[in-house]
């Protein structure tokens, strides 16, 4: 049903926290882990159209270009819209030819909880902006060599039972 949240399997964290994805099952965007957000997500309009020269625009194009759409998996892909609906709603009015490295630090700063969170936060920007120059709308990328956040290792191993049984989600 299109407009309704689905979920996938709930996963349990390395820290034992258990956590439900809700995606959109018309779209597959991810919505939130909070199914009353999730839920006025699917409620609010989606904007069709961004001002021109905005992140929102630039996630736009990004997404309805070909390297989108044929040269990723459909596994980055979803994660890759997740992180680029956060970046759309978080900075998406920001004008990208005002984006310096500093901002980019400002962006990772606020994530630094979650260290692999800011690095793809990073890398999605890095990706963005290196289209922008492709396309002509900025002359350089602020976020070419972001310095990435340290990540502590994981601490949970999984046995390939469990291996299979998530990658199968």
Known sequence: ???????????????????????????????????EEALARVAAPVPTTFAPGTIAALVGQYL??????TKLAPRTQALYRG???LIRQEW???????????????????????????????????????RAVKWQLITSNAALK?????????EQVWTQDEERRSASC
């Open 1 to 35: 049903m299109a407009g309704i949240p689905s979920t996938r399997p709930r996963k349990t964290l390395s820290s034992g926290e258990v956590r439900e994805y809700f995606y959109d099952r018309s779209t597959g965007r991810f919505l939130s882990n909070d199914r």
């Open 146 to 154: 972001p310095e990435m956040l340290p990540t502590p290792p994981r």
């Open 64 to 69: 309805l270009s070909g390297h989108f759409r």
């Open 92 to 130: 998406g009015d920001l004008p990208i030819a005002g984006i310096r490295p500093g901002t980019i630090e400002l962006i990772k700063t606020q994530f630094e909880e979650t260290p692999r969170k800011a690095n793809q936060i990073a890398a999605l920007l890095r990706i963005l902006l290196g």
């Open 83 to 85: 992180y680029l609906d």
